[in-house]
């Protein structure tokens, strides 16, 4: 017998590669296949990439350059870009990385299996369609083994938004929602094979439509699966909070009290530039009625400072902002002006200005989500435990609120909902005891 080939991937960007990612990886594993965790071993190396911002686009080209001697060293080792990259500049890698043999876009990778052959004879493979045909529909069928307590489940691609600075709308297309059945039945194979938590993936998850009754009616579907016992799901658009998701909020035991509800910027002259059709105010009432809905729900949220035309005030707005609603987690970029989106077309901040607007927001929300932790001191939640911890006897999970919490546990506790009393905040982490 032949040794079967390795596959390396790295994985960059949002939680939808890390799902493509798997995928990917189920895909070749029908190809022969196995993954390795070290790049030297590897038969193929993927790179699935972020195209977001534009250091995580440059990241790609250093990262590839890294590769380079292991290619001269090792002829017969392939080389792939996947993801975001691939779709927004997959012609132009072809052109001018020549050790790069195959550019596979998100929507297309399950052609995977024929562009591996096609690479295997000696010629190189672009593909960045937008085919008509669902890629979840001819991707290998999952296999049947065990894994983790939790897992993320793609329900939705793609961006009809169009927000001006963004390029999902172009490096993932229109909105598609996957049907319900299909969501229901990988749903299950996955708790089958040991998941208990499941994060909804989505760019805009809640304008999910493969459901008659919504992104509500889907999540109150999966609550039927019997051993399922937590329900996640990312990324929200503020005006997608429909009264039926926010009445889930309110009723359905299995749905998680985190909400990731990205803002963006707390001036309504900025929202409205950056093309969001929704305002400070629109969004003060859709957290209002989660937050009447669902009291301790921990709220996180997506800022971008500096986007051209922002002003000291615009910024004293989003501070503002920050301020009355009140983040247990958020992410905040500086502005990166992107190719082909509308946005890139106007005049840029001082980057210094923006640098300084940055490290201010950062430096609030992070003592607000350090506030929301120390809160947790004294409080009982429920740990699904994940993993092994580092000290002996110990198990790390994270509660309902997402906080990463280990404990002095029995190993037989991995992959269950426990009852943990916190005791102490170690600051990246909480410390609980046994209830
Ligand atoms: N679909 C999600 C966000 C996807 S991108 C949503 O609509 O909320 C994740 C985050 O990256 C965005 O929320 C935004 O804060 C940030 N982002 C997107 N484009 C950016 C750009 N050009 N520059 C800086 N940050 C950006
Ligand atoms: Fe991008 Fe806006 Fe769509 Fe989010 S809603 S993916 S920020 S265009
Ligand atoms: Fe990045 Fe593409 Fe996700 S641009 S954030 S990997 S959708």
């Not at 070749?28 to 990439?49: F, R, W």
């Not at 049947?144 to 939705?156: E, I, N, Y």
């Not at 997402?402 to 546990?409: G, N, P, T, Y």
Request: hydrophobic share 40%.
């Amino acid at each position: 017998m032949t040794d079967a080939k390795k596959l390396f991937i790295k994985t960059y960007g949002c939680q939808m590669n890390v799902y493509d990612s798997e995928r990917m990886a189920e895909t070749l594993g029908v190809q022969g296949y196995v993954q390795t965790q070290i790049a030297d071993d590897a038969d193929m190396i993927l790179l699935n990439t972020c195209h977001i911002r534009e250091k995580a686009a440059e990241k790609i080209y250093s990262e590839l350059g890294k590769f380079r001697s292991l290619k001269d060293a090792k002829p017969n080792l392939k080389i792939g870009v996947a993801g975001c990259v691939a779709q927004a500049e997959g012609a132009e890698i072809i052109r001018r990385q020549p050790m790069v043999d195959l550019v596979v876009g998100p929507q297309s990778y399950h052609k995977l299996p024929q562009m591996e052959a096609q690479v295997q004879a000696g010629y190189r493979a672009l593909d960045t369609d937008f085919p008509e045909e669902d890629k979840f529909d001819h991707l290998a069928k999952r296999p049947k083994a065990k894994r983790g307590p939790t897992a993320f489940l793609t329900v939705q691609e793609g961006c009809d938004k169009f927000c001006a600075f963004c390029v999902v709308p172009y490096t993932r297309g229109a909105e598609v929602s996957r049907s319900s059945e299909r969501v229901l039945a990988e749903a299950a194979d996955l708790v089958e094979r040991g998941v208990s938590e499941l994060t909804l993936l989505g760019q805009n998850v809640n304008a999910y439509h493969g459901h008659p009754g919504g992104l509500a009616g889907l999540i109150w579907q999966l609550s039927e699966i019997k051993d399922l016992k937590r329900i996640r799901f990312t990324t929200s658009h503020p005006n997608d909070m429909d009264d039926a998701l926010i009445e889930a909020h309110r009723t359905c035991e299995k749905l998680m009290p985190y909400l990731h509800l990205p803002v963006q910027s707390g001036s309504n002259k900025v929202l409205k530039a950056m093309n969001r059709k929704h305002t400070r105010e629109s969004y003060f009432s859709i957290v209002d009625q989660i937050r009447t809905a669902r009291p301790d729900l921990l709220l996180s949220g997506d800022f971008i400072v500096g986007f051209p035309g922002e002003t000291d005030a615009d910024f004293e707005d989003t501070l503002d902002l920050v301020r009355q609603v009140g983040y247990g987690q958020a992410y905040s970029f500086k502005y990166s002006a992107r190719p082909g989106t509308p946005a890139a077309e106007k005049g840029e901040v001082d980057p210094k200005v923006a640098i300084e607007r940055l490290h201010i927001l950062q430096a609030l929300l992070l003592k607000q989500q350090y506030a929301a932790q120390a809160s947790m001191v004294g409080r009982d939640v429920k740990v699904l435990f994940e993993k092994k911890g580092r000290k002996e006897g110990q198990l790390i999970g994270k509660s309902e609120y997402l906080h990463a919490v280990h404990a002095f546990a029995p190993g037989d506790m991995l992959g269950q909902v426990v009852p943990i009393r916190i005791i102490k905040d170690m600051t990246n982490s909480l410390t609980g005891e046994l209830l």
